[in-house]
């Protein structure tokens, strides 16, 4: 048996199911919808793009001119099939190509996308390459494989050191920022996004000939990896990363705006930029309560972001309210400051985003905010009321938003309970 044998066997195995590894349309929805605003028919890369499912979806539901890649002959010829039965032929593009050396010039695309596929390349070599291929304002998505248990057992290390190197998302994040991306958006996947991918992987399997060239070799990989996915599935898992290089004009010139969790040095400066920010001390006051209240506030969820000389120059934070009968845990965002000197050039939106990306790290469902109905939806908000969310006073239905931070568990519903200092 040679190589060969093995890989032909390997993608008959593969051949014809919707996905070539762990997502959902869910997902793919999720991670659009934090990338931003796009042009009205946006420039997309799909990268890895197997059968085409995610080329689809962004075809079909964001109006996009897709440029799909990937090595495999055979799923380029499943998405081309698939794009004319969708009616979508002219708006999907393919290209059998190494999505190590891509052909195209620089800022050539509006959204580079890579479902399960940065695996091929490297999450860092990904990072540095596709960089240059991003529009002004452009935005990077895609999909990596990391440790989420403290302590992965011997059995799961010792799997993963034949295939890839994990890292956790605080490596895989501080690698995003250290390669010069701000992070717009973490997504933890549902472990029904591995069902979409290994229920008809093994189903396939069951049925497949042992005896054909190669497939005996192929089959024990695959019950392999599909075995160790049941036993040790709690110490890996897929999740997304929303990234846009970090350029932005402070007073220094082009730099990006530092994000971290405030520190205690930092209380007079968070002090300063909500008196700045706001008509009345009402907020910095609000700030310096909730500091003080052990049941609201969440060391590490109080973020700042800084100008290139280090002054603070906005704040956000999150804190623990509660929603409906059964008081099921939620974050309240609020305040969100910037000082008046910074405003409109993206310091908000950056420390915004951090601190989001911080609670998503720390397993955070849900997150609330009153606020304008036209700045907070380009974070993910959407109006509360769809999920059977409300205050406990007035307040028109478009302003009070809510954000999902996990789809795979339940949104409660009821009224919002907020900390005291909140005075309502």
């Not at 009321?385 to 478009?398: H, K, L, M, N, T």
């Amino acid at each position: 048996m040679t190589d060969n044998d093995f890989f032909e066997a390997f993608f008959a195995l593969h051949r014809g199911l919707p996905r070539q590894g762990p997502g959902s349309d869910a997902t793919t929805r999720h991670l659009l919808s934090l990338a931003g605003p796009l042009p009205a028919r946006p420039r997309v890369l799909d990268l890895g793009c197997g059968p085409g499912r995610s080329a689809l979806l962004l075809a079909a539901e964001a109006g996009a001119e897709v440029t799909a890649v990937d090595l495999n002959e055979g799923m380029l010829d499943e998405l081309r099939h698939a794009a004319e039965t969708a009616g979508l032929t002219g708006a999907i593009r393919t290209l059998n190509a190494d999505m190590a050396e891509l052909p195209f010039p620089d800022g050539s695309f509006d959204l580079i996308w890579a479902e399960s596929s940065v695996y091929s390349i490297g999450f860092d070599t990904a990072l540095r390459d596709w960089k240059r291929l991003l529009a002004p304002g452009g935005t990077l998505v895609l999909t990596e494989c990391e440790w989420t248990a403290a302590e992965p057992s011997a059995e799961a290390r010792a799997f993963w050191e034949q295939h890839y190197t994990l890292r956790t998302s605080n490596g895989n994040t501080a690698a995003t920022e250290a390669a010069g991306y701000t992070v717009l958006g973490v997504v933890p996947q549902p472990e029904s996004d591995w069902d979409e991918y290994y229920v008809p992987l093994g189903a396939r399997a069951d049925a497949a000939d042992p005896g054909a060239p190669g497939m005996d070799r192929a089959l024990a990989a695959t019950r392999e990896e599909i075995a160790m996915r049941r036993e040790h599935g709690a110490e890996y898992g897929y999740t997304g990363y929303v990234l846009r290089p970090a350029v932005r004009t402070g007073p220094a010139g082009p730099a990006p705006w530092r994000t971290r969790p405030e520190t205690e040095r930092d209380i007079a400066a968070v002090r300063a930029v909500n008196a700045a920010a706001f008509p009345t001390p009402e907020e910095a006051g609000l700030v310096d309560a909730l500091r003080a209240d052990e049941g609201a506030w969440l060391p590490g969820l109080s973020y700042v972001a800084e100008a290139p000389d280090g002054e603070i120059a906005a704040y956000a934070l999150l804190t623990r309210c509660h929603v409906g009968p059964s008081g099921a845990p939620a974050l309240a965002l609020a305040p969100v400051a910037v000082r008046p000197a910074y405003q409109k050039r993206g310091a908000g939106t950056a420390v915004v985003r951090a601190v989001l990306a911080a609670a998503r790290e720390r397993g955070e469902h849900l997150v609330l905010v009153l606020g304008h109905p036209e700045y907070y939806p380009r974070f993910g908000f959407t109006p509360a009321s769809r999920a059977g969310i409300r205050p406990g006073f007035e307040v028109p239905d478009e302003a009070m938003m809510a954000l999902v931070l996990d789809d795979s568990r339940p949104v409660p519903a009821g009224t919002i309970q907020y900390p005291e200092a909140f005075g309502v």
